[in-house]
Structure formats: C-alpha cells, structure tokens
C-alpha cells in the first residue's frame, strides 16, 4: 500500500541533544512537508522540498534543519538551538508544490524534552 | 502575512444535532482551499474546493466555498460520536499552505 511512514512514533530527548525524525514515502510524490503541531493549534510549515537536493524553510524553521537526498526520504533534525521542541510533528506529501490535490500525512511523531 | 481562522475553536453537540464549522481566510495567490479531519493522528482529508458556490458533499458532510466573502464553511448532518475530531481549514496557495487552528467537535451519545 502506498504511504507515509514516519518514525518513531513517540521520542524523548533530553535538552541539548539533536534528534532526527524520519519520514519516508512510496507515493512518488514531488513535494514533501514538515509541519508541527502544538495542542490547540493548527499546522505550522517547518521546511518544505519540492524535488531531491533542495529544501525551502517554512514559517518556524529556526532550530529545524532538513535534507533531501533521495525522493523518498525528508527527515527532520530537531537541533538544541529549538527552544521550545515538544510538539507533534507530521509530515506530508503532495503530487506537486502547490498541493493544488492536498496533501498525504503520516502518522506523527510526538517528540517530548526531559 | 497569510491568516485562516476557524470558528468556533470548539463545539460540543448531541448525537443527531446538526453542525456548521467556519473557516475565513485571507491569503494572497489563492489556489484551493481543504478540510481534514484529525481523529488521533494524521489528518485525513475530506473536500477540496476551488470555486464559488459549489457544494462538495459525501455522505453526511458537505462543504461550500464562497471565495468572494473569504470563506467556507463544512456542514455534518445527523453528527454520530464517530464525528468527533478536529477539523482543519488549510488554504493553498504557489508553494505553501496555510492552516487554522481547527476546530474540536465533540459529539455525546
């Protein structure tokens, strides 16, 4: 089945350490997405990639850092330079940039600082 | 700076009521506008619109867009406890999307 796999589901990371988020999709899809969700909010873009080797911030990319180097793969780090990193974070993809047809979410990662 | 707001923020309903989520937006380049539902995890998605007046519908839900007042609204008829979620409003545009803050339904037996 086609889809969005991302890994782990739940992570705990002590503060000042870096964590990596996976993501990893079979839908040939162009576009990939890193959004985090805080309770009571919406999505808010971290980074996005429209095609392998080249990754756009989103609106809260500080303290995030992205790579894509295969079309199948965008994982997210988490560095310490985040201040405030325990959120849940999805990722998805699209056919295109645009998400002119929606998006396709994975499952989640619910990252928590101890 | 591109803003979609939802209202109400939350919504508690008996089974069978009926309810209408907001969402108005103001978003420059607009493309298309989407509504999820997030149960636990992933959102999953439900309609997509791109022009006025239209209505989507699947099964009990429907969804209309009205792109001259900036908004659109998701109707559930005859709600079942399996509709509670948070339904979010994202707006697309070239290269990026912008979501609300969504909505929490939340249906009683």
Known sequence: DGGITQSPKYLFRK?????????????????MYWYRQDPGQGLRLIYYSQIVNDFQKGDIAEGYSVSREKKESFPLTVTSAQKNPTAFYLCASSIDLAGYYGYTFGSGTRLTVV | EDKVVQSPLSLVVHEGDTVTLNCSYEVTNFRSLLWYKQEKK???????????????KSGRLSSILDKKELFSILNITATQTGDSA????????????????????????
């Open chain 2, 86 to 109: 948070v339904y979010l409003c994202a707006v697309m545009r070239a290269g990026k999307s912008t979501f609300g803050d969504g909505t929490t339904l939340t249906v009683k037996p």
């Open chain 1, 15 to 31: 503060e000042g350490q870096n964590v990596t988020l996976s993501c990893e999709q079979n839908l040939n899809h162009d576009a």
């Open chain 2, 42 to 56: 992933a959102p999953t998605f439900l309609f997509m619109l791109t022009s006025s007046g239209i209505e989507k």
